[in-house]
């Protein structure tokens, strides 16, 4: 009890999450009397971080790096205007498939919110579209970015729950492709309120297959990653290997826009990104094995199934914890604290690991985009210069539609569980 | 006297980045090369694994401490920022303390586990490296930590509320 008041005491104050984690478990032991397993910390602690599998981490950071700063974006809205530009309302639906396409390479929602406003913003507001709007479909899009493979915080949760990441990429595809649709139905209703201009002009042909090579060819690479690492020919840390020497040799050599010099800021922003992650990773696995000493998950799944034996409950509980935790925090970060604690309960209940992971990263990015602080919002309010008051307005029908996509997600287990079962990944 | 440890410290951490550097670039070189090697050519590297997730480890710790330095670790912000500004600073003294004090206590127990001797006789799977050397990254990397901690606190403790001392 000690420990949960001291635990959520520092958390508001702020003490940084990741020596809160050690802090917490030192007052744990001590306040359990188990000081004998304090000269077993330090094992613990570099055994969570000595594992083969975090490799994929800065890997896939590489990947987004080079593709972010090889100036990809540009080339994939291009390829999504010729796709979907024509309709009326074009932009809106063009900012939602690129960033569909574009989650699937950067797989993490603030960066990807940051990099479409700056350019995705401006362009729908030259054409006549409200700002606020803009923004809201931007935000949005960005929302995707967790759930589409290969996503940055589903390879985080296969690690710290020992789920196959294969497993975890094709689980979020079909939740996925069910809130992208569901975004894109609210566009098509919206456009009844916000009188949407016209779709672009069609182009000349020669000019739109260059246009559609030039989109296509950065596409591959979470094709590669994916491919590979469903097949099972390669681990994720492999394929993501694979995947950040082809956006090197695409971003160095063909497209030229990047030289040595980027090259030095991009392997520093890798490293101290992945000792961010991996860190935290490291110090929630030892509070996790220390609060599995006193048999901790247990005490908690018996409590709450007293409240309810219901697993659709408890996955609505989860959901409202982490949306409110994630309102104030990263999204991995929450996923980091919440899932040594709460899926030793999940399991308990019944719940498959696999859709308990969608569920989670779903929930993330609710709390990312929910005032008074969701950290998306703020990005996006920054880069593409507009208020918090009309933004949220213009979000409201997207969280809306999300929030009706996560409960069918969780009465429906079969959306996450069905592909990789078929697939035979878990 | 601060200004003094205000140069090691931003020395220190000059330094930490630099390695984080070559951490991050030879970690790619080797896994981008196994990869190479192991499809096109069949003949995987032995000891990439090993070097590899070691070099990792080193990469995430001294990361941390340069997160530390930077003051870039992720907390909850807006509690302290809708405090005044005494009790809010008053508070952030004794966070301090606590992480100071969390991080010394890791300190203290993994320079025991390092110098044990048991630990001292055990090598590495593949390339036989005593074991050690590389376990020796987390007390020395928790003396940074704790380093950049105590200048950080001073900095904040002496400056004047407004104008930070940068």
Redesign the interface.
Same mark, same amino acid.
């Given at each position: 009890m000690m420990t949960i008041i001291v635990f959520l005491a520092? *958390? @508001?104050?702020? /003490?940084?999450? !990741?020596?809160?984690l050690?802090?917490a478990s030192?007052v744990f032991l001590l306040q359990t009397d188990n000081q004998i397993l304090? #000269?077993t910390?330090? *094992?613990q =602690?570099?055994k969570s +971080?000595?594992?083969?599998g975090? @490799?994929a981490i800065?890997?896939f950071m @590489?990947v987004g790096e080079l593709m972010n700063c090889g100036g990809l974006t540009n080339r994939m809205i291009n390829l999504a205007d010729i796709l979907v530009g024509r309709f009326r309302g074009g932009l809106a639906y063009v900012n939602l498939l690129t960033n569909t396409l574009a989650s699937a390479i950067l797989g993490s929602a603030t960066a990807q919110i940051a990099v479409m406003s700056r350019t995705m913003v401006p362009a729908m507001v030259e054409r006549k579209y409200k700002l606020a709007f803009s923004t809201a479909v931007t935000v949005a899009g960005g929302m995707l970015g967790p759930v589409i493979p290969p996503s940055m915080i589903m390879i985080i949760y296969g690690i710290v729950s020992y789920q196959s990441v294969a497993a975890m990429f094709i689980a979020g595809i079909l939740p996925g492709v069910l809130i992208a649709g569901c975004f894109a139905l609210i566009i098509f209703l919206l456009g009844f309120v916000y009188d949407y201009p016209g779709g672009t002009k069609k182009e000349n042909r020669p000019e739109l297959w260059r246009t559609l090579a030039a989109g296509l060819l950065p596409a591959m690479i979470p094709m590669v990653i994916i491919i590979g690492v469903v097949s099972g020919v390669?681990t994720p840390?492999?394929s993501?290997? &694979?995947a950040?020497?082809l956006a090197l040799v695409m971003c160095g050599f063909v497209y030229r826009n990047i030289g040595l010099k980027d090259i030095?800021t991009i =392997?520093?922003s !890798?490293? !101290?990104n #992945?000792? @961010?992650v &991996? #860190?935290?990773i490291?110090m929630a696995t030892l509070f996790g094995w220390v609060l599995a000493f006193e048999s901790v998950p247990d005490i908690l799944a018996e409590s709450l199934q007293d409240i309810s034996t219901s697993p659709i409950v408890f996955l609505l509980l989860t959901s409202l914890i982490i949306i409110l935790l994630g309102t /104030? *925090?990263?999204g991995i970060?929450v996923m980091i604290v919440i899932v040594p604690i709460l899926l030793p309960v999940a399991e308990n209940f019944g719940v498959d690991p696999v859709h308990f992971g969608v569920i989670i990263a779903i929930s993330t990015i609710i709390g990312l985009v929910t005032p008074? +602080?969701g950290p998306g919002l703020y990005i996006a309010m920054e880069a593409a210069g507009v208020k918090m008051s009309p933004l949220f307005y213009a979000m409201l029908p997207f969280l809306g539609g999300l929030l009706l996509c996560l409960l069918i997600i969780i009465l429906f287990p079969q959306l996450s569980v069905w592909l990789p079962t078929y697939f035979d990944l878990k | 006297m601060l200004s003094l440890l205000i140069k090691i410290d931003q020395a220190i951490a000059r330094a930490e980045s630099w390695m984080l550097v070559l951490f991050a670039a030879f970690i790619s070189i080797i896994l981008i090369s196994q990869v190479v090697l192991r499809y096109l050519f069949s003949n995987p590297l032995f000891w990439a694994e090993e070097i590899s997730t070691t070099l990792l480890v080193f990469m995430t710790f001294i990361g941390l401490s340069l997160l530390v330095h930077d003051r870039r670790l992720i907390n909850l912000m807006f509690v302290l920022d809708s405090l005044p500004a005494t009790v809010a600073r008053v508070i952030n003294i004794i966070l301090d303390i606590l992480v100071i004090l969390t991080l010394s206590c890791l300190f203290y127990y993994s320079l025991v586990w390092v110098s044990n001797p048991i630990t001292q006789t055990e090598t590495s799977a593949t390339l036989k490296v005593p074991l050690w050397y590389i376990y020796a990254v987390l007390p020395g990397t928790l003396l940074l930590m704790i380093f950049h901690y105590i200048v950080a606190s001073l900095k904040s403790v002496f400056s004047k509320p407004r104008e930070k001392s940068e």
């Open positions: 520092a *958390l @508001l104050l702020g /003490m940084p999450i !990741v020596f809160l050690a802090f030192i304090f #000269s910390i330090p *094992l =602690l570099f +971080v000595d594992k083969n975090l @490799l800065p890997m @590489l390669m840390t492999e993501g290997a &694979i950040a020497f030095g =392997l520093r !890798v490293a !101290v #992945s000792a @961010l &991996i #860190s935290l490291g /104030m *925090l990263d970060g008074p +602080v | -």
